[in-house]
Each structure stands twice: as C-alpha cells, then as structure tokens.
C-alpha cells in the first residue's frame, strides 16, 4: 500500500524542520509526501525550497488560502489511496509510525472511510474523554455517528491523528473554508452522517502542545462560537429527524457546551475586563434552537459549576436515549 501525507504550512520553522526529518527516517519509504505553503514570512519557504527527494512535492501559495483551503488544494495533488494529514508542528512518533498505520489500514474494512489514530493514547482527561474511550466502538456506524459527535464534539481531535480514503475529500464536498475555526469538526460530522470510520490506539503522530498552537490562539475572543452553532445546529436537526429527545440534546448542549464556554467567559473578563468572549457565548450559542431557555440556561451554568458538574450524567442521559 502506497501512502501520502499531506501538509499544509505557514511560519512554521520552529517545528517544521524536526516535522520532515520524522517523515524521512521513516522505515516504510513508500510514501510521498506533500506540502504547500500558505504565504509564511519566517523562512519556512526558504527550508522548504531546499527540500531534495524525489518523494517531496512543495508548493508554494500566492495568496493565502487558510488551513482548509490549503488542506483543500493538498487533496487535488494526491493519487493514493490513503493520505495521512500532517501539521507542521507535530512528528511521527518514531520510525515505525507509517509502517503501523499502512498495516492498521489493511485491516479494514474496504469502505471505512477515515481512522482517528491515537484513540486513546491520552490518559486521564476530563469525564467526558474517559466515557468517549470507554464507549466508542472500534468502527462507528452512520447511524450513530451524529449522536457521537453531538456529545463529545470533534472526536478525531488535531488533523495530525487522522488519516482517510483520498477520494472522500472531494466525494463530500471538501472541506468547508467558511469555518476556519471549525472546519474539521465540520466534515468529520459530515462524512460520519454517510459512512463508517474507524478509531485505533495505533500511534502515529505526537501532537505537540504549545502556545502558538492554532487551538490556543484562534479562539482567543469567542471567534470559534459561531462556527460551533453552525455544527452543533446541523446534528442537532439530523438528531431530532432521527427521534432523539429534544430535551436531552438541550442538556448536553447546555452543559458540555454552553456552560463550559460562559466560564471560560468569565476568565476572560477576568483577564481582560472585557466582555466580549461572553457575549459571543451568548449570542451565538445561548439562543440558539439547541439550548435551553434563558433562565434554564443559566441556571444550568450555577448549577453544574460553570460545566465542570453534572457532565458525566447528562452524557450517559443522551446515551439512554
């Protein structure tokens, strides 16, 4: 099995090199990897340029096209079967990785379409992330994948632990360059609605915490609030249409979600005096048809301490459905 990895980059020259370099030592050599570059100024095109083997194709955007527009453009360059997205900040977690992943895959199921890798590898967690290991199955069925991803929102986690069929990406529609933010969550949902997908605890990729990381600075100010509405919105609707409980949604979403963001709200006003992330919380989250009312909401939020009580119960709730 022919494999591609595909990278989208921009300033990434503090991570990026080591990024290469675990691809390179990589035991399975039958691979080809893809980068394109979305306009950085921090010398990332000048290490990517003097690139040299025959595996390696680098492009080099004129006009910035966003993670999802870049990831996007990556897929229209594959031929392979498998492709394994790569963010510049992560590696390979030793030589054996790819060798693991292209043996993993071979043991699937022709019509799986996307493998969350790493399942698992993190230990401990919030309640929520322990109940999300103890009850997804190894293969997620169409039919309860909404219900999944309503409840423990964008399970494959960073773009690093997922690799897919190349074809879906067109097959689905791409990704949507509208959600910046939440684009991945978006059509991990979206191919979820219509095929099956898999998670293992196979290692992969490190995913590598810092500050700079997209996650820590593209929802500095409620950014992401919107785009959330806009995913919760749709499996909320194809939950209702399948006879799930309204009112259990409403819960969940109140409490694992919009609870959640007002307390980090409040740290931001805290920090900031500002209150801004709270009134994206409120406008575009509280209102909307997957919450509960003003005052249930809310007291929602004094009762489960912000989202930190209560999120276990209401989970295995929705569960019970």
Request: proline share 7%; charged share 25%.
């Given at each position: 099995m022919t494999l591609s990895i595909v990278m989208p980059t921009y300033n990434g020259g503090e991570f990026l090199k080591e990024a290469v370099a675990s691809v390179l030592a990589q035991t399975h050599t039958d691979w080809a990897l893809f980068i394109s570059d979305d306009g950085s100024k921090d010398g990332t095109r000048e290490y990517l340029a003097s690139l040299n083997d025959p595996r390696i194709r680098?492009?080099?955007?004129e006009k910035n096209l966003g993670i999802f527009g870049n990831l996007n453009f990556l897929f229209q360059q594959v031929r392979t079967d498998i492709t394994q997205i790569f963010c510049q900040d992560d590696w390979l977690v030793d030589a054996g990785a790819l060798a693991r992943l292209v043996a993993t895959?071979?043991?699937?199921?022709?019509?799986?379409?996307?493998?969350?890798?790493n399942h698992g590898a993190e230990e401990g967690g919030s309640s929520l992330a322990r109940l999300e290991r103890d009850v997804l199955p190894?293969?997620?069925?169409?039919?309860?994948?909404?219900?999944y991803f309503f409840l423990f929102g964008c399970i494959p986690g960073n773009l690093s632990n997922v690799s897919l069929r190349t074809h879906i990406v067109?097959?689905?529609?791409?990704?949507?360059?509208?959600?910046?933010y939440a684009g991945d969550f978006e059509f991990w949902?979206?191919?979820?609605?219509?095929?099956?997908?898999?998670?293992?605890?196979?290692k992969v990729a490190t995913v590598r915490v810092h500050a700079g990381q997209a996650s820590a600075t593209l929802n500095k100010a409620g950014e992401l609030m919107p785009q959330m509405a806009t995913v919760l919105g749709t499996l909320y609707d194809r939950l209702i249409a399948q006879g799930v409980s309204p009112l259990r949604l409403k819960t969940v979403a109140s409490v694992c979600y919009i609870s959640t963001h007002r307390w980090q709200g409040l740290q931001w006003l805290r920090k900031t005096r500002s209150w801004r992330y709270m009134a994206m919380v409120n406008q575009h989250l509280?209102?909307?048809r997957f919450a509960l009312g003003f005052l249930s909401g809310w007291l929602a939020f004094l009762t489960t301490a912000g989202g930190r009580l209560w999120r276990l119960q209401a989970a295995r709730w929705l569960l019970a459905h």
């Open positions: 680098v492009f080099f955007q895959w071979q043991q699937l199921p022709a019509d799986i379409a996307f493998l969350r890798a190894d293969i997620v069925a169409p039919d309860k994948s909404d219900l067109a097959k689905h529609g791409w990704f949507d360059q509208r959600l910046p949902s979206r191919v979820g609605h219509r095929e099956r997908w898999a998670i293992s605890p196979v509280g209102q909307q």
